[in-house]
């Protein structure tokens, strides 16, 4: 469907396309079930220069922005699943994006040359055991230690860490409970900062145990423990206990892109079943001719060219530099609900065969699930939109 993208982001959707197309669901369905990094893909998009797409041109890169790297994340998710979101977790969202607009020179000299050539990973180290949903509540801590600081805590769930050289690892440099800004609240006090990995592994002070999970296994997500990790202060990204306002530029980009991964995963949850419900002859006709089967297929489609509205629009005012949090958090809901409605109903139309390993649905039907809970709880951006949209209390 051509909803009017600009050139540049559907000439990103067919370049995608064609890489994309060169790995078919039995790949990812293979790395899946080996724990494997999927290496072929990362090369062939690395060559391609798709890492570097949201690079500025003077560091190598594409010099294009949010909208399209959704669109290649969300082109990539249409083709394998879930899967595909590897993409930005790796390098071009959580890297690419927080350097780009909040980095120093220096940093982006240092950095963003080798990401745009696939060279240099990243992983985004927020959640704690006590803190997710209520992020405001961290506890992992930086104090300064001549001209360094010293990062001690504990992160849980960390996509990434195996293969990362860069941590974007969120702290307080001022306790919660000690911060507070000129009108009161908590979120003073944050900043964030860029931990070499391999280094501080190599020094003893960084190390982490993967979490057995249920899906998603392309990827290892780990509890990370940090035991005074040494961060130069060239290392601060944004300024000191000033770093709430580039988390959020962290955020909203993660949930503009989660929200593209549950669009493509959509697409692919609806190809696959609708190629099936055509086929599948039961009482002398194709399954997809019984209205039971055809109208949730029809309107998930109906909501998956919604939320990729909706997912574009989001993008498009964070390029702007324009408030874009509402249109985020919306699009996070629908794109979570739409790939996990149209997994579970892909489930549905395969019958028996859902079950089975010859077909990706239940690759898919597991990793979907997933997304309406993360990167942030389908109630949490309820509460936003009741609270911030209908101006109702607050639970919290
Ligand atoms: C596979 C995977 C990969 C991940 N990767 C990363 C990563 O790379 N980096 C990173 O930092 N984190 C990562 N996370 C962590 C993820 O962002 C958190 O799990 C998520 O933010 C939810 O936090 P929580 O698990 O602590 O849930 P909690 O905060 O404990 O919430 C539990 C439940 O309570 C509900 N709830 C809480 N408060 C309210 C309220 N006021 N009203 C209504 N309901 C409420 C929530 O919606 C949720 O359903 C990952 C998690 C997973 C599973």
């Known amino acids: ?35 494997r990094f999927p290496q072929e893909v990362f090369d062939d998009l690395g060559a391609g220069g798709w890492f570097g797409l949201c690079v500025p041109e003077e560091y190598g890169g594409g010099g294009q922005g949010l909208l399209e790297l959704a669109v290649a994340n969300e082109t990539l998710c249409a083709s394998g699943g879930v899967a595909g979101t590897f993409f930005y977790v790796t390098t071009p969202g959580f890297g ?15 950095i963003l040359p080798g990401l745009a050539e696939g060279r240099v990973q990243f992983c985004f180290a927020l959640t704690e055991p006590d803190a997710g949903s209520n992020a405001i509540e961290i506890t992992t801590a930086a104090r300064p230690d001549g001209d360094d600081f010293l990062v001690r805590g504990q992160k849980i769930w960390i996509s990434n860490v195996e293969n ?17 800004d000129e009108l009161g609240s908590r979120t003073a006090g944050f900043t964030l900062f860029l931990v070499d990995v391999r280094e501080a592994v190599a020094a003893g002070t960084l190390s982490y145990t993967p979490i057995p999970k249920m899906g998603s296994n392309i990827l290892h997500s780990s509890q990370v ?42 697409d692919a949850a609806l190809r696959i079943a609708t190629d099936y419900a055509k086929e599948r002859v039961v009482f002398g006709r194709p399954i997809g001719a019984n209205q039971g089967l055809q109208f949730p297929l029809a309107q998930l489609k109906a909501k998956t060219e919604l ?27 629908t794109g979570a609900q739409v790939g996990w409605e149209a997994a579970n109903q892909a489930f549905q139309t395969l019958g028996g065969m859902a079950y089975s390993k010859e077909y990706p649905v239940e690759r898919i039907f597991r990793d979907a ?28």
């Open 307 to 333: 939320g990729r509205l909706m997912t574009y629009r989001a993008a498009w005012l964070f390029d702007q530099g324009r408030p874009c949090g509402n249109e985020a958090n919306i699009a996070k809901l």
């Open 225 to 266: 423990f940090l035991d005074d990790v040494r961060v130069p202060s060239g290392n601060v990204i944004g300024e000191v206990d000033q770093g709430f306002s580039v988390l959020w530029d962290v955020l909203n980009p993660e949930r503009i892109l989660a929200a593209s991964g549950g669009i493509g995963t959509a």
């Open 96 to 110: 690419a994006m927080t350097l780009t607009r909040h980095g120093t020179e220096e940093q982006k000299q240092r």
């Open 164 to 180: 990362a050289d860069w941590m974007v690892v969120v702290t307080r440099t001022t306790p919660a409970a000690e911060a507070k």
């Open 1 to 35: 469907m051509d909803l009017d993208l600009p050139e540049s982001a559907l000439a990103v959707r067919e370049g995608v396309a064609a890489v994309a197309a060169k790995y078919d669901h039995a790949y990812w369905s293979r790395c899946e079930e080996e724990h």
């Open 369 to 396: 699930r997933i997304a309406k809970n993360i990167p942030v709880a389908e109630e949490l951006i309820l509460a936003h939109i009741g609270t911030q949209m209908l101006g109702l209390p607050r639970s919290y």
